[in-house]
Every structure is written in structure tokens, then in C-alpha cells.
């Protein structure tokens, strides 16, 4: 069974970084792509960074230059360095494979996440 803890979400003013961490396990993480995901209050879930296997990383318009993925495959963990933060930046943030990993019934599996919030 696949299990995915964040941490390192908290409070910060604008302009500040955070860096999150994702502890995966029951899943073959060197094999997958993995990705940051995050949901604002009344908004879809979506994907704000992605790393390859091969750690190519691709990241949404909104992050592009503020945000920085990263694996550590032997550690079991992914993480994701966000700088220059933005109000708009405040959200929960959940790691995950790319796309989602799904169990045997094919729901898709999600940790707790961790919140993000961007105030002064």
C-alpha cells in the first residue's frame, strides 16, 4: 500500500520560501515520475511540478522560476524548494506520482498534505 506524507507547509509573509518534503513508501519511486500537486480553498487539485525518473523537471507557468523539485531516490523522498512566494501560492500541497498513483480499484491514492499559507 502506497503511503505519501508531506510535511513542511507553515505560515510566511510574502516573499519568503518554505521547502516541503514527501516521504514515499509502497511505491517504486526510482521507476516513476513524481509530482507536487496543490489545491487552493474552492479550486481543483492541480500539478505544479513534475520530476522524470531521469530528473527532468517541467513546473507550471504560475511556479516557473520560484519553484524547485528535487529526488533523492536512495532517501525515498521528494522535494519541492519554493521561493519568492506569492499569496496565490496558499494552498495545500500533496506530493504524488505523475500522474496519480491508483490502487487496485483504481481510486487514486493521496497523503494528508501539507498547508501552505501566504500572508502578511
Known amino acids: 500500500q502506497v503511503q505519501l506524507v508531506e510535511s513542511g507547509g507553515g505560515l510566511v509573509q510574502p516573499g519568503g520560501s518554505l521547502r516541503l518534503s514527501c516521504a514515499a513508501s509502497?511505491?517504486?519511486?526510482?521507476?516513476?515520475?513524481m509530482g507536487w500537486y496543490r489545491q487552493a480553498p474552492g479550486k481543483e487539485r492541480e500539478l505544479v511540478a513534475r520530476?522524470?525518473?531521469?530528473?527532468?523537471?517541467d513546473y507550471a507557468d504560475s511556479v516557473k522560476g520560484r519553484f524547485t523539485i528535487s529526488r533523492d531516490n536512495a532517501k525515498r523522498t521528494v522535494s519541492l524548494q519554493m521561493n519568492s512566494l506569492k499569496p496565490e501560492d496558499t494552498a495545500v500541497y500533496y506530493c504524488?506520482?505523475?500522474?496519480?498513483?491508483?490502487?487496485?480499484?483504481?481510486?487514486?491514492?493521496w497523503g494528508k498534505g501539507t498547508l501552505v499559507t501566504v500572508s502578511s
Open positions: 504524488n506520482t505523475n500522474p496519480p498513483y491508483r490502487n487496485f480499484f483504481g481510486i487514486q491514492s
Open positions: 509502497g511505491v517504486a519511486l526510482s521507476g516513476n515520475a
Open positions: 520530476i522524470t525518473s531521469g530528473g527532468t523537471t
